[in-house]
């Protein structure tokens, strides 16, 4: 069964329509991979150095050991964010003559398959060959191996477990944050007891009575069993697919209004963005990059403007960046209502540099206390928001119309490579670059402040002329609006 | 009202619609049957301007549509649960679709009680998206807000196919009485041989992307239709 169950999904992977492109992006994702474990491996090789230079004077083992369980509580926390959860929909197979537990054996399984299971290997067992195995033998070697793989699965399952409970109900997340910056505030903060100390006499123990290795392995056992139980339970189509149950009432955002049509459509876009968990996240992360600039002012080695500029356009645009590059695949539902209603295109694009506008202006005002780092920063991030308002908006619409990817606004944003395209990269060459072209050339002469005049300048330029690229911008989406409106309907 | 020359449609080297000349003249009520894959949706969407036809035109008051969007003033349309802003809440489309018509929220509202036997006290402020209803209710919410639009053309595809016995019957009610009284043009496909003869003046018979059959309703049209269907079988 589970073998018909993979077959399954490869073929899922494979007749996708958008095939080509997955297979792009696991190539991407793979080099990366590689790319990491590779890393892994060489600070796994010298692992037995650095820990000498590290601690010297202390035994090479309980070094090694008093950091296992940090490990492992980074890792928890790793998998939390990045981990996916096994994709087979088991919609299909729910009525069919197919016994649960098959089904929720292969998700278990399959969902083993991860980069996340094979660092910590990879990471001790070098270390393990080179320093346990001579200097205490066999037994000890094993009883270290299993004690991580053990500990490996525990921790793949009970992020498995957490994940679900958190996609059910989010105070588990509350929960699982809590208790782990309390227990690490508990330990650095208020010394009240120490992790290394646990977990490097925990481990030696294990290294005195290697039996006690089989503890880890029955742990690993528990945590199975516990999402085992808690999959068994819940495999019903309502709670896999949760509608959460609480009452939506309509909302008004009564100043739009004013704007005509447009206005309408952004109060719509705005409902998009604030009920739809994939839109929802950009914006997160959007205001997460507000902090972008303490990391380069607060260092003192970016004195010039070229680092403001950097910062300032990232800052001021980053909406227009993290939410324009996807532009109308958000719309991707219902593109075909949006075609044969009364919105003429003019309206359509009216609105997007409305909404642009608006967020641009917002992240603007949020970053106003960059003041703080002299008055020229204010200034700059003010030239920048000009320019993503007049050239970064008509770049990023531009590439809008070459955009036929259909997204699903229910799923979340990181690691999501749906609609993902080549339109994506292509769109951020010009988007990072075009700045500094203007900017370099006037700096390297001397004259960075007449650089800035520039690309205020050509800013305004755009932002005047606005009307006119905007009719260019219509003319492109009436070519190409049969060719969006077919790939948003290829699901 | 409207008018087809020379449609034709192509995917992969199959004909999926050809259409020579089909005129539909104001007022009329248009039944569309055939079975799968006859073509019936692919026509739908060309005569949106959602696909762009291989050859030919679709003319809507004279006008081709791929090239005027002023049938988009008096054209009201729901073919799937695409049409549907799936996170507003009804309320919320209706006002919306409503607006794009320059009508106030105030008067969309007062527009809903009409409704209510159709809704049947599903759709209107019950706190769900339109996401959250079932397909059913997601169909009455898109015909509800085609009518909401006023139209003199309106254009379902299958509506009777999700929705509950008493809500087709009150549907059909409600397509009759608007064409009877304001005179619309009216387009509905149709698997269901009785209701499509019972609201439909003329019937349109598509079988791989042609229409073979164009016949005006009369007390003979359901057994014709029925004697067609099952000699292909």
């Keep these: 069964m589970t073998i018909t169950f993979l077959i399954h999904q490869s073929k899922a992977f494979w007749r996708s329509k958008n095939t080509g492109k997955s297979v792009i992006m696991r190539v991407v994702m793979a080099i990366l991979i590689l790319y990491i474990l590779l890393n892994v491996l060489v600070v796994a090789f010298f692992l037995d150095r650095i820990l000498k230079k590290t601690h010297p004077g202390q035994d090479i083992l309980y070094s090694f050991n008093s950091y296992i369980l940090y490990y492992f509580l980074m890792d928890l926390l790793l998998r939390f964010q990045m981990q996916e959860l096994p994709t087979l929909s088991v919609r299909p197979y729910l009525h069919l003559r197919i016994k649960k537990n098959q089904l929720i054996n292969y998700l278990s399984l399959t969902s083993l398959w991860t980069t996340f299971n094979l660092t910590p290997i990879l990471l001790s067992l070098p270390l393990l060959i080179k320093v346990v195995l001579p200097e205490h033998g066999l037994a000890q070697f094993w009883s270290l191996l299993i004690s991580i793989v053990g500990l490996t699965l525990s921790n793949h399952f009970f ?275 075009a700045p500094f072209i203007i900017y370099y050339p006037l700096n390297l002469l001397g004259y960075p402040e007449a650089g800035l005049a520039f690309i205020a300048l050509i800013g305004l330029v755009f932002m005047i002329s606005r009307e006119f690229w905007l009719n260019k911008l219509v003319k492109g989406f009436q070519e190409k609006r049969y060719l969006i409106a077919e790939g948003f309907r290829n699901k | 009202m409207i008018g087809i020359s020379n449609l034709k449609k192509k995917y992969n080297g199959v004909t999926v619609v050809n259409i020579p000349e089909l005129i539909i003249k104001r007022g009329e009520t248009i039944g569309l049957v055939g079975n799968n894959g006859a073509g019936k949706t692919t026509l739908f969407r060309m005569m949106l301007d959602l696909i762009r036809p291989d050859s030919g035109e679709v003319l809507s008051d004279e006008k081709n549509v791929a090239e005027s969007e002023a049938w988009k003033d008096y054209t009201a349309s729901y073919l799937d649960e695409g049409f549907l802003i799936d996170y507003l809440t009804p309320e919320e489309y209706f006002h919306f679709i409503g607006g794009l018509h320059n009508k106030s929220k105030a008067q969309v509202d007062s527009e809903l009680p009409a409704f209510s036997e159709f809704f049947n006290g599903e759709i209107l402020k019950k706190g769900k998206y339109i996401r959250d209803l079932s397909k059913g209710n997601q169909t009455k919410v898109g015909v509800a807000a085609c009518l909401i639009q006023d139209p003199q053309i309106l254009m379902l595809d299958e509506p009777f196919a999700n929705i509950d016995p008493s809500t087709q019957i009150r549907l059909k009610n409600m397509v009759k009485d608007i064409s009877r009284e304001k005179h619309i043009t009216t387009i509905i496909s149709s698997h269901d041989l009785n209701h499509v003869t019972e609201v439909c003046e003329r019937i349109l018979l598509m079988e791989k992307g042609k229409i073979i059959k164009d016949i005006a309703t009369n007390s003979n049209t359901l057994q014709e239709l029925e004697q067609y269907f099952s000699v292909l079988s």
Excluded at chain 1, 252 to 276: C, M, Q, S, T, W
Excluded at chain 1, 283 to 298: D, N, P
Excluded at chain 1, 335 to 342: A, E, H, R
Aim: aromatic share 18%.
């Design chain 1, 159 to 433: 992020s498995q477990w957490i994940k679900r409970k958190v996609n059910l109900n989010a105070i588990w997340m509350l929960i699982f944050f809590g208790t782990l910056i309390l227990s690490l505030s508990l330990d650095f903060y208020f010394k009240l007891f120490s992790i290394s100390a646990v977990s490097g006499g925990l481990f030696n123990t294990v290294v005195a009575n290697p039996l006690y290795c089989l503890i880890f392995l029955l742990l690993a056992l528990l945590v199975y069993i516990v999402n085992y139980r808690y999959l068994r339970i819940n495999l019903y189509l309502e709670e896999l697919h949760t509608a959460d149950t609480t009452h939506k009432s309509s909302t008004e955002i009564p100043y739009l209004n004013r704007f005509g049509k447009a206005g309408d459509l952004v109060a719509n876009e705005l409902k998009l963005i604030l009920r739809n968990k994939r839109p929802r996240s950009v914006i997160t992360m959007s205001l997460l990059f507000m902090f972008y600039g303490l990391i380069f002012y607060t260092n003192p080695s970016f004195s010039g403007y070229s680092g403001i500029v950097f910062c300032g356009m990232f800052m001021t645009g980053i909406f227009i960046i993290n939410y324009g590059q996807f532009m109308f695949s958000w719309q991707s539902a219902h593109f075909d209502g949006i075609l044969v209603s009364k919105v003429s295109a003019i309206d359509f694009f009216r609105s997007k540099f409305l909404l642009f506008t608006f967020f641009s202006s917002l992240c603007f005002i949020l970053t106003i206390p960059y003041v703080y780092f002299g008055w020229k920063v204010l200034i700059v991030h003010f030239i920048m928001l000009i320019w993503n308002l007049g050239v970064n908006t008509l770049l990023v619409l531009y590439f809008a119309n070459k955009n036929y990817r259909r997204i699903d606004l229910s799923k979340g944003a990181t690691f999501n490579w749906e609609g993902v395209g080549a339109s994506q990269w292509i769109l951020s060459i010009p988007l990072l670059l």
